[in-house]
């Protein structure tokens, strides 16, 4: 396969998965809002150091219509929804030839109705395109998985989601790490769609212990990190046919993914939690890490970038 194909797909994968995984975190914050207007400066500044944006540097009040502009309608930043789905369909042109036609209308016709969208939600309220967003993004990849053979293109897109899905993972619990205008515990199992499996799971009261163990190493789970993370590791691992040699591995990009995943898995629930943004912040950088690794080694020409911290 090309080395810009490869690319392409990888970050199809990541596009895809950036936009539904930051619709989830601003509709979480927004709603917080709505229920105690007295917090929106603190929550905003919160969430955009979260994300990774810089905040107004004369330190004026940072509020909901800035969050919306910067994080979610911004079409020139790859790190709000309506640039990440942009991006998205822009790579899937590019590919177009190893991308199903069912994928490729998904993407574009997601795109087209960007406009219409954002003009409902100036009606209607951020919500209704924050659940438009989550429900295209699922029909994306859910497209992919059903259209795409298991070659090599779709190791590569199933990659870059995975990636994606640790640092936007990890960036969610981070909101509530970082002090008490983040969300509750409830609030971000909802916000993950984890919220009924972990009530199943648990069969109790949500603490913060329980919440946190199984977002972070439940292994049956799809947006734990743990799993995410192990998912990642399969997929280079299957790209990687002819490296896998008798003493450990030689790919820096499964290393780095690896000692994340060994590190949350051997660490120990109490332990994590006592210092869990530190614990957060390893990770998001081993997905930085990985993502160059992998650029690097398929892809050299060119290393698309996550704006802020992580990749």
Known sequence: MLSR???????????????????????????????????????????????????PEDG???????????????????????????AGRVNARSARDSVSSE???????????????????????????????RERTALASGVADSTMSRDEGWLFLDLGRSIERVDMTARLLTTRATGTSGPNWTTLLRACGANEAYLRTYRGRVSDRTAGEFLMLDRL?????????????????????????????????????GRARTGLEFLGVDEMM????????????????????????????????WVGKGA
């Open 221 to 257: 789970f799809p947006r734990s990190l743990f799993f995410a993370l192990s998912r990642a590791e399969d997929r280079i691992q299957e790209l990687d046919r002819g490296g896998d040699g008798r003493v450990g591995t030689d790919d820096p990009a499964r290393r780095q993914l």
């Open 103 to 133: 994928l490729w209308e998904a993407l574009n016709l997601t795109y087209l109705d960007l406009s219409e969208q954002r003009r409902r939600a100036e009606r209607m309220g951020p919500h209704r395109f924050f659940q438009w967003v």
């Open 5 to 55: 194909i490869a690319e392409s797909l990888f970050w199809i994968g990541r596009y895809i998965e950036r936009a539904d995984d930051t619709a989830r975190i601003l509709d979480i914050y927004l709603q917080q809002i709505l229920e105690d207007a007295s917090v929106e400066d603190e929550a905003c500044r919160s969430l955009f150091e979260v994300m990774g944006r810089p905040m």
């Open 274 to 305: 006592q210092d869990l943004q530190g614990n957060l912040e390893a990770v998001q950088t081993a997905c930085a890490d990985a993502t160059s690794a992998v650029g690097t080694r398929y892809f050299p020409h060119a290393v698309i970038e």
């Open 60 to 86: 004026s009040p940072v509020g909901v219509r800035e969050v919306l502009q910067q994080l979610a309608y911004d079409r020139q930043a790859a790190s709000s929804i309506t640039g990440a789905l942009a």
